[in-house]
């Protein structure tokens, strides 16, 4: 029975491990012996990136009992309703969604085949979904007089991340139990089996435990240092390894805040833009292989100088360095690794927060209660947890895999098949006859469903070049048609109301005071 959970390292996905496993097992009641320690060293600083969220945070935050207002008005937070790609296609104006509200009728009919048996009309996104329009026009997810977490457009957040570290770590430790230790760990207690008996720590007595959880970060104290589990790297798939960062102000405090991620290509990489109440986290990703930093700082630059909506004052921007890939295997023993300790990739569709909560929220519901459990969950975790790297790295991939840029070495190298992994070539050949579907993939949990893949898809311009139209049988057509009426209609009659984040957050100030 697991009755002591160490977590070793604070942050975002310290403290998120700890608030979901304490929020599930909760240490009341006769049958509740759970207790969650966590430990972090008052010299690490947190890495501050990961600022945008899917749809799964608000689940999250219900889980661990924080309200919405509290949580938008304390971590500076907005709202986040898609990713907007800007240039990745043919590298000018071009641009497209993927919004988090699925396609009209999603699960009961399959509109891209509809849209691709009028000849592929518009842009894809537009012709199911009106969430993109509303991202256009800067306008909010939900109308004020809705509950908590409730929406009319599906959405996640954008957020600060040190303020929402502050957050947890006073709702953790004051809500829901957690203990908090601040200390170096200066060494390791194992038992004969190789299982790690307690941590000892720079001060005070060791610490046992019964499962320990490495989020350490980049240092992977535990995971990396102590059990030497191999990093397996995915740069010759994913190039990007470094990025040069700055947070910067809005001109004014009326200037409209966008409720999408902004991705925008460039020769030598990406741009991120994430708008929050007060300021923007602005990014360019990059290859250091195929980039210098200066090069990648100018361009950063430029791409903040030349937006009459951001302040020009003078930025610092930092450098973030990574390799991107993951642990060959991310539960050794009784330690766990989630977060960066785990595995790290590039920033694209923000999957580092998401893959933290799904992986803490699995740990926390299967919490082993004997040691032959312990063996069984440790692979069936490592098994999943290693799909889904799989499935987050050819989703990325599949960005830049369709795009018809040659503009620089970078995106030359991208378009070269050796890069690109079989099941992803398996995939393109599939869908070149037939759209992504509901029950394609044998993945029980997958990340990206079938939605997504063909927002990515069908925006980047691809086409099924086997298509044969006039699968729908007479049966369907009525549906599909008044599925897209009722789209239509809703959705018109939605955007009509929406207020614009701006104003939405002014009414939330206004109803704080």
């Known amino acids: 029975m697991i009755t002591r959970v160490v977590v070793v390292g604070g942050g975002t996905a310290g403290w998120l491990t700890a608030g979901i496993i304490a929020a599930k097992n909760p240490l009341v009641g006769e049958n509740s012996h759970t207790e969650v320690i966590l430990v972090e060293s008052p010299d690490v600083k947190n890495l501050g990136v990961g600022e945008g969220t899917w749809p ?18 304390e971590c500076d937070a907005s709202f986040k309703q898609a990713s907007k790609f800007v240039g990745w296609q043919q590298g000018g104006e071009d641009k497209y969604y993927h919004p988090f509200t699925a396609p009209a009728g999603f699960g009961a009919v399959n509109l891209v085949e509809a849209w691709h048996d009028e000849g592929c009309p518009g842009d894809f996104e537009s012709w199911v979904c009106a969430q993109g329009m509303a991202c256009e026009r800067y306008q909010a997810p939900k109308m004020p ?34 203990q908090y230790k601040s200390a170096h760990v200066a060494g390791i207690q194992s038992h004969p089996d190789g299982a790690i008996a307690a941590i000892e720590l720079a001060q005070g007595e060791p610490l046992a435990g019964d499962l320990f959880i490495d989020c350490s970060g980049f240092s ?22 470094t990025a040069v960062a700055a947070q910067v102000n809005h001109a004014s405090d009326q200037t409209p805040i966008a409720s999408c991620t902004v991705a925008t290509a460039r020769p030598h990489g990406w741009v991120w833009d994430i708008a929050l109440q007060s300021r923007r986290g602005i990014g360019h990703v990059f290859a250091s292989e195929l980039t210098t930093e200066t090069q990648a700082e100018d361009a950063l630059r430029a791409y903040i100088s030349s937006d009459e909506s951001l302040s020009q004052k003078a930025i610092m921007p930092r450098t973030i360095r990574f390799d991107p890939g993951h642990r060959a295997r991310f539960w050794e023993h009784n330690c766990v690794a989630i977060g960066v300790s785990a595995g790290f990739v590039e920033p694209l569709e923000a999957t580092a927060l998401v893959l933290i909560e799904k992986s803490a929220e699995w740990i926390a519901e299967q919490l082993p209660r004997s040691r032959a459990a312990m063996a069984v969950l440790r692979k069936r975790y490592n098994d999943m947890t290693d799909a889904r790297w799989d499935e987050i790295i050819d989703f990325i991939k599949l960005h830049y895999v369709l795009s018809e840029r040659r503009d620089s070495p970078y995106w030359q190298a991208h378009a070269d098949p050796a890069s690109w992994t079989d099941s992803l070539q398996e995939a393109l050949q599939l869908w070149q006859s037939q759209p992504p579907g509901l029950l394609e993939t044998n993945l029980r949990q997958e990340l990206f469903s079938s939605a997504s893949k063909q927002y990515v898809l069908y925006g980047m311009g691809f086409r099924s070049r086997d298509w044969q139209p006039g699968g729908i049988t007479s049966l369907r057509k009525p549906l599909i048609e008044r599925v897209r009426r009722e789209f239509l209609h809703n959705g018109d009659k939605l955007l009509a109301q929406l207020p614009t984040n701006r104003d939405y957050f002014n009414r939330l100030k206004a109803t704080s005071a």
Do not use: W
């Open 56 to 73: 799964t945070m608000r689940d999250t935050l219900r889980l661990l009992g924080i309200a919405e207002k509290q949580f938008l008005s």
């Open 145 to 178: 007089q809705l509950p908590e977490y409730a929406y009319n457009f599906n959405y996640g957040y954008h957020l600060s991340a040190d303020k929402f570290v502050a957050l947890l770590h006073r709702h953790c430790t004051e809500q829901l139990g957690v």
């Open 220 to 241: 992977a104290r535990l995971i990396g240092q102590h059990y030497n589990v191999p990093f397996v790297s995915k740069r010759h798939i994913l190039f990007n390894d």
